[in-house]
């Protein structure tokens, strides 16, 4: 029999840990000495302990650990197990990742980012017809989500039916008392849907002209474009106009292949 300090010595943990683990009796010594409570270890303790520091190193919480090593799975369920295990972490990875990428942009926010860099243009947007699908959201966090598939969805209908898409697609938004009003749409030469259009759901529909606009050329993903509009809106208020209408994005480029970051968008808010 080996003492615990040999004993974690071999196992590569603490004397600490060793004793922490017989606490919670995921491994408890092969014998304990009624009189100095010295605890002594056995080598044939070393498959149990290595497979409980295996489970901890890959981060299972040890109120998990010893189920698992009192049940002797079999290869099979052990890879289920590690196979759900590595969903989990997965997501966690991800769910941390995008908290990241929000601390990031909300850093940019806070320190005016490249904001001072957009150029205002103040311009008419001329009637447009398109065809589009439409939608409605609760909230702000949703349009990502909805938007994207809404154009996969109208492009494959248009490209079935035909209809070249030659020309930028685009976006309006139009606020609700309790959501938000949003369609993907390209312009078209159509006077009226198809009837394979109409049975995908995409309706012709004219954008009016707009007589007063205050707009701005984005660079980048969407991820960071929510800037790009609060930058404009407070153009906006400066110039002591209102918005009105629908406002719009124009992807003049977005090629899926290309990295984001080469993204352009223009964005349009008519005033009042």
């Not at 080598?43 to 998990?64: C, S, T, Y």
Request: aromatic share 6%; with cysteine; glycine share 8%.
């Amino acid at each position: 029999m080996m003492s615990i300090g040999e004993f974690a010595r071999h196992l590569g943990v603490s004397v600490r840990m060793l004793r922490h683990y017989d606490a919670l009796g995921l491994l408890v010594p092969a014998r304990v000495d009624p009189v100095t409570g010295y605890r002594r270890y056995t080598a044939a303790q070393f498959d149990r302990a290595n497979r409980l520091v295996a489970f901890k190193e890959l981060g299972f919480p040890l109120e998990r650990i010893g189920p698992v090593l009192d049940a002797e799975l079999s290869v099979a369920e052990l890879r289920a197990m590690l196979l759900l295990h590595r969903a989990q972490v997965a997501g966690r990875i991800a769910a941390d990742e995008a908290r990241l990428a929000e601390i990031e942009r909300r850093l940019r926010s806070v320190e005016g980012g490249t904001m001072s860099a957009l150029e205002f243009v103040v311009k008419s947007l001329p009637a447009v017809t398109v065809a589009q699908l439409v939608d409605t959201v609760a909230d702000q966090p949703e349009i990502g989500a909805t938007i994207g598939p809404m154009f996969g969805r109208l492009a494959e209908a248009l490209s079935r039916g035909g209809i070249p898409l030659d020309r930028a697609g685009l976006a309006w938004y139009r606020p609700l008392d309790d959501g938000m009003q949003l369609a993907a749409a390209f312009p078209v030469t159509l006077r009226e849907p198809t009837p394979a259009l109409a049975a995908a759901g995409v309706e012709v529909a004219v954008l009016d002209a707009v007589e007063r606009a205050v707009t701005v050329i984005h660079h980048g993903g969407m991820d960071t474009i929510g800037e790009s509009w609060q930058a404009l809106l407070k153009q906006v208020e400066e110039r002591g106009c209102a918005p009105t209408g629908v406002a719009r994005e124009i992807y003049l480029h977005m090629p899926m292949q290309e990295d984001p970051a080469t993204w352009v968008t223009e964005l349009q808010q008519p005033v009042g």
